[in-house]
């Protein structure tokens, strides 16, 4: 008997798109069966694969991204129910549809004592097929959302949990719940300030690592020259001043995970130890000759372009292959509006439980956060509320109580004014990088990369300005 195809079909083959991109697998040794259910399954938007064999649908459990089984349980060779057991003790995740060719009460009972999600008698119609995977897409999409929310109580981090209800951030919540029970690199994706960090604590928070450190390393912000040592760690007199040995973070870190921040920022020269590190699972401290050996979950993210840096020769294309076994994209906040007042209710109740003043937004203040496109996501529109809870003398935040760059007030009041002075591009340049580094709250990095300019530059202007450094 000819099996069918066994890879998946691809998304853009599918008739109805599926939210949640569910993984099907059909394993059946009737070929009429197989194909009908396909045909079902891609009506309701899954991905659907098929195998004829219990022996081949396994080895496939192992190279696939599988999320429900439909099993016909009188298969040849290995017997449908051990085939049950086997796919729940491996991947306890999967959710199994099995199918009884006799109907009898006992098959089914020990199916689902096995771990089975529900079962389905043969001969059985589309509609009641159709019916069946609908309600396990259900089922599947809320124990995401429970596990999450379990996490996020659990946590307890506040403003570090990650909110959202938009369809962005549903996709998001997905790919990170797969993410957190694999072992694989993952490349987080985002502008700044969308939360790099936070989906790199939920992904090591709800998976096996959980229990073990997390460890962040901000590849942006550390000095080039110690960047090295503070990695992989150096030894007593490896050089001027290392009066005594030092473990280097990816060390501290074993059995947990590292979370290399912007590590589009690494330089070059160290791009090549840190693959050497993920490959071969050692590291060798500076002026160390013996290397040591390291057991860590690697995360990293960036905001800028890899694959660009990739093809101008700033970061190694075997390093980014190596990162980039799983990849996820955070929404920046102007793609997921939707969730602003979400947001903004969530911020206010923090910040209302450090200074014991209750604020809310009113309906206008509400259009203009919606309407404002948040160059620095849900980082400036924290500082944005922080800032007007410290400057409003009511408890209700109105337009005017906004910064200007999110109202719009200075070019309208230089339209409105007739006869206002226009000042020189030096001055107007002046108060545009000084008014940045007010309301980021004197954060120079963060004022830098929102103005599209070089920290060297930033500084420089400071000082042409007599500004405090």
Not at 20 to 36: F, H, K, S, Y
Not at 69 to 98: F, H, S, Y
Not at 447 to 466: F, S, W
């Amino acid at each position: 008997m000819t099996a069918a195809p066994t890879t998946f079909v691809s998304p853009a083959m599918r008739p109805v798109e599926n939210p949640a991109l569910l993984n099907l697998l059909i394993v059946d040794d009737e070929r009429a069966v197989r194909e009908a259910a396909r045909e079902a399954a891609l009506v309701l938007g899954y991905r659907a694969g098929a195998s004829d064999s219990a022996e081949q649908a396994l080895r496939l459990l192992e190279s696939q991204s599988i999320d429900v089984v439909l099993l016909d349980l009188k298969l040849p060779g290995a017997g449908g129910l051990e085939t049950l057991r086997l796919i729940k003790n491996r991947r306890p995740d999967i959710e199994v549809i099995v199918i009884t060719g006799h109907g009898t009460v006992e098959s089914a009972v020990q199916a689902m004592k096995s771990g089975a999600y529900d079962y389905v008698t043969k001969p059985f119609s589309l509609e009641e097929l159709k019916l069946l995977l609908e309600r396990v897409a259900v089922h599947l999409k809320l124990k995401t959302e429970n596990r999450i929310l379990r996490e996020k109580i659990k946590s307890k981090q506040g403003f570090g949990s990650i909110i959202g209800r938009a369809p962005e951030m549903d996709k998001l919540y997905r790919i990170i719940a797969k993410a957190a029970h694999s072992g694989h690199p993952v490349l987080i994706l985002g502008e700044s300030g969308t939360g790099k960090e936070m989906v790199a604590r939920a992904i090591h928070h709800s998976g096996p690592y959980r229990d073990k450190s997390f460890i962040p390393v901000d590849c942006g912000s550390l000095v080039p020259t110690l960047i090295e040592s503070e990695l992989f760690g150096y030894v007593k007199g490896a050089f001027t001043g290392a009066m005594q040995s030092k473990a280097g973070l990816l060390a501290i870190a074993d059995g947990g995970t590292v979370f290399l921040d912007e590590i589009g920022e690494l330089p070059v020269d160290l791009q090549a130890k840190m693959l050497r590190a993920l490959q071969e699972k050692e590291i060798r401290p500076v002026g160390s000759t013996k290397t040591a050996p390291i057991n860590i979950r690697v995360l990293a993210a960036t905001n800028r372009d890899l694959e660009q840096s990739v093809a101008n020769g700033s970061f190694r294309r075997d390093l980014y292959f190596r990162l980039n076994v799983l990849s996820l994209r955070i929404p920046p906040l102007r793609e997921r509006r939707q969730d602003i007042p979400l947001l903004t209710g969530h911020i206010l109740e923090r910040l209302s439980q450090n200074s014991g003043r209750i604020h809310e937004v009113s309906d206008d203040a509400m259009r203009a956060l919606l309407a404002y496109d948040w160059p620095g996501n849900v980082r400036e529109l924290e500082n944005c509320l922080e800032r007007c809870c410290a400057i409003t003398s009511g408890a209700v935040i109105h337009v005017v109580d906004l910064p200007s760059s999110i109202t719009g007030a200075p070019a309208r009041l230089l339209a409105e004014t007739p006869g206002s002075k226009i000042l020189p591009l030096a001055d107007l340049e002046k108060q545009t990088i000084l008014g940045a580094i007010a309301q980021l709250s004197g954060d120079k990095l963060m004022a830098a990369k929102m103005l599209g300019i070089g920290k060297t530059t930033l500084y420089r202007k400071l000082k042409e300005y007599g500004a405090a450094l």
